[in-house]
């Protein structure tokens, strides 16, 4: 974005143009992350309710409560402003925003579609693991600022856990890392276009048992359930955040959504493909910046789409597990990391280096699923990476040239919309006169599953109304123990005209 | 606007608050303080790489010394705090000692620094690139063995010393691996041998001449009881797994 505007402006005002980039790169990314925050909070509450069998909000903003973290807030603004007096109050203050702003910082590298990213490096894997380490910084000025003796043992526990946790964790970057041969996420993301085999979770069974590991140790580094002992609410009140009230916590709580998003986007970039669906829609539909710039920015669009309901997947996966597991100790959270899952990721990461020794290719693509056909540009607008930097006159050994993955391997490209054979059917004549666009979409659009035209009316959600809701609809296990029946429409007392006189009859 | 060299704005930004926080480094009382002023410092020191555009080295420094040897240290700190540490005295034969090692520092380093040649020097606004040259790979490579930014080098002579970093990496691996079993072993459980049962065992062995060829296996079962059980327990098991003896318990 930058060097269009400069390309727009003279050369005495590019470094307004920069400043302007960087200011629009920050407001998107900042929206997002409040907004997933936001929608996190949203997400947690009902999914924690679906679990215990509730409902969770369902007043504030409407039928599904989603304006109730709007209310939440608010409350919090509104809370008084209490410091303690033991506390150390300039590092007590500045403890949220060095949180925040560290977790914040990581969405600077990630790429939300092809060539959208804010800073697009050649070591963006690397400078997402070291940003991520300076939380624990945060936390611990948190925990010893607050002058209380549960937010230190909170901070600590803290630091330990997540310090721990960078191990595994950084092993489990590294395999998927290893198999894109580049550290650039907007790189390892275009290798995996196409369809869901091409993803690098489906290369081998190591990086899909490093794909679970990552998982866990995404748990852990942000400290969910089940490895949130510094915020254990039975043990230690609230942990290091335990002195913090209204918009400090505020800043808190988000860091922790904002933390959740973006280790999912990681996990979703390195394993599950970034913005590449398991499906290639914008790809089928002919939506790539060569056909058009309105065409590739509505496939960047629909890629940003697929890659945010990634992360919102995997952040309901956690809300999940934190629903559902109870908290381990301590020391089981140290023995899970020394013990398990180092050894495990290095295993891993070995299986995974013999694996590309020994094989040509993924094991879904050795045995000729999903084939991959080597020509065309690297990036969807035809720009060619910048990390190619090596020069030709560099002679490897042969085997090093085996890999079809990597940086040295051609640049790849699935398959485009022309190679789709052409849609064959019975009444192929009568269906003549009908675009193949449209034939396309009707062919995407019945290859999903539960698709239906009536799919508007048989809402998963129920499409009735209650005045208030009965038991069936709010608790279905529980709605067949009550012997009293809820009935649609009530049925007055029969005002007979018998009277007793005649019942009697008399 | 065209005049201002946005690098030198920046340039001294970064090591303004570099210099900055070293100075409160050292002028804090409070040593918790000092710890984040040293995050800083160092945090500086980053943005200092990213600006010379060694992102890789930037990450580098923000992941080694950042997210790891300021926390350490102040894990450090926390573990071990008593009311003095919070508020450290310094002695004048400290501040001594540390003006006259500073002020050798100083001169080494402005000697190294003022020895560079002139046509080494800071960008002009007209040269800056518009975005940051790829440096990882070679880095990785160079560290392999292979300086790949320095392949078409003409002179054989000069191409033999440039063979790359791979001694330096495995010598560092090692001491790694060293510092790792080092401080594994450092911190192992520990077995402590409890002084009451130091003290039985020196009054039982008079008493046991007869089964002097037990007496070194019940040394070895008090040091193995002791790990992990109280004193009181150790020593009712010690009666218990020892010969039968009259011997009155207590």
């Known amino acids: 974005m930058a060097e269009r505007l400069t390309s727009w402006l003279d050369p005495s005002w590019h470094w307004l143009a920069y400043a302007i980039a960087g200011l629009v790169h920050a407001a998107l990314l900042l929206t997002l992350a409040l907004t997933a925050a936001a929608v996190s909070i949203w997400l947690e509450r009902k999914v924690a309710a679906r679990i215990q069998d509730r409902l969770g909000p ?12 709007l209310a939440d807030g608010l409350k919090l603004l509104g809370k008084e402003d209490i410091i303690p007096a033991a506390a150390d109050r300039l590092l007590f203050r500045a403890a949220p925003y060095l949180v925040y702003g560290a977790t914040f910082c990581t969405y600077m590298v990630l790429p939300f579609a092809s060539g959208w990213v804010a800073l697009p490096l050649d070591s963006a894997v690397f400078l997402f693991l070291a940003i991520a380490s300076l939380e624990v910084l945060g936390v611990i000025l948190a925990g010893y600022a607050s002058g209380s003796k549960y937010s230190l043992f909170g901070a600590m526990r803290e630091a330990a856990q997540v310090v721990s946790y960078e191990i595994p964790m950084a092993l489990c970057v590294v395999i998927p890392v290893m198999l894109a041969g580049t550290l650039s996420l907007s790189q390892i993301a275009e290798q995996q276009r196409g369809w869901l085999t091409n993803w690098l979770v489906f290369h081998n069974p190591f990086v899909f048992g490093a794909f679970f590991i990552y998982c866990a140790c995404a ?21 290091f955040m335990t002195e913090y009230s209204g918009f400090r916590w ?132 035809g720009s060619r990476s910048s990390s190619m930097a090596l020069p030709d006159a560099l002679s490897l050994p042969d085997n090093h040239r085996r890999h079809p993955i990597g940086r040295h391997a051609p640049p790849v490209r699935y398959m485009a919309a022309a190679d789709v054979p052409p849609y064959q059917t019975a009444s192929s004549d009568a269906l003549r006169h009908v675009s193949p666009y449209a034939l396309k979409c009707a062919e995407i659009r019945c290859f999903f599953p539960g698709y239906s035209a009536r799919a508007k009316e048989s809402h998963v959600l129920g499409a009735k109304t209650y005045n208030f809701i009965p038991r069936e609809a709010y608790s279905p296990r529980r709605a067949g123990t009550c012997r009293f029946r809820w009935r649609k429409t009530w049925l007055h007392p029969v005002r007979s005209k018998i009277t007793r006189s005649s019942a009697l009859d008399l | 606007m065209d005049s201002i060299n946005w690098h030198a704005v920046l340039f001294f930004l970064f090591a303004g608050l570099a210099c900055g926080a070293g100075v409160a480094v050292v002028l804090c009382g409070n040593i918790v303080r000092m710890a984040f002023a040293l995050v800083a410092a160092l945090g500086a020191v980053a943005g200092l790489f990213f600006l010379a555009g060694a992102d890789f080295l930037g990450a580098l420094q923000l992941l080694v010394y950042v997210g790891g040897t300021v926390v350490l240290l102040v894990f450090g700190v926390m573990l071990t705090a008593q009311r003095p540490l919070f508020a450290l005295p310094c002695g004048i034969g400290q501040w001594v000692a540390a003006v006259m090692t500073s002020a050798c520092l100083l001169a080494l380093l402005l000697q190294a620094a003022l020895a560079v040649h002139e046509s080494i020097g800071p960008p002009q606004p007209g040269q800056l690139p518009a975005s940051l040259q790829p440096t990882t790979t070679q880095i990785g490579l160079a560290l392999l063995g292979l300086r790949a930014d320095r392949l078409h080098q003409p002179d054989p002579v000069l191409r033999k010393g440039m063979s790359g970093y791979l001694l330096p990496l495995e010598i560092a691996s090692v001491h790694l691996l060293v510092v790792l079993i080092g401080a594994v072993f450092l911190a192992r459980t520990k077995r402590h041998l409890s002084s009451d049962i130091l003290q039985r065992g020196q009054q039982r062995s008079p008493t046991l001449s007869d089964n002097s060829a037990n007496t070194p296996s019940h040394s070895g079962n008090t040091s193995s009881h002791s790990a992990s059980t109280s004193p009181h327990i150790g020593n009712t098991r010690f009666h218990s797994t020892g010969e039968q003896s009259n011997e009155p318990v207590d």
């Open chain 1, 219 to 239: 748990v852990a580094h942000t400290n969910r359930a089940p490895f949130d002992l510094p915020e254990a609410e039975s043990e230690l009140v609230a942990g």
């Open chain 1, 250 to 381: 505020v800043v808190f709580f988000m860091a922790e959504y904002a933390a959740m998003f973006a280790v999912s986007g990681l996990g979703a970039i390195l394993f599950l493909g970034g913005w590449n669906g398991p499906v290639p829609i914008a790809d089928l539909l002919g939506l790539r910046y060569d056909v058009g710039p309105l065409a590739g920015l509505a496939g960047n669009l629909l890629g940003t789409v697929n890659f945010i309901f990634k992360c919102f997947l995997g952040v309901v996966c956690m809300v999940w597990l934190r629903w559902t597991l109870p908290r381990l100790r301590v020391d089981q959270v140290m023995t899970l990391c020394l013990k398990y899952f180092i050894p495990l990721a290095t295993a891993m990461l070995a299986g995974c280096m013999l694996w590309q020794y020994a094989m040509k290719d993924g094991m879904l693509r050795s045995v000729g699923i999903g084939q991959r056909e080597a020509t065309g540009a690297d990036r969807q607008d």
């Open chain 1, 58 to 69: 369902t007043r504030v903003g409407g039928r599904y409560g989603w304006l109730q973290p």
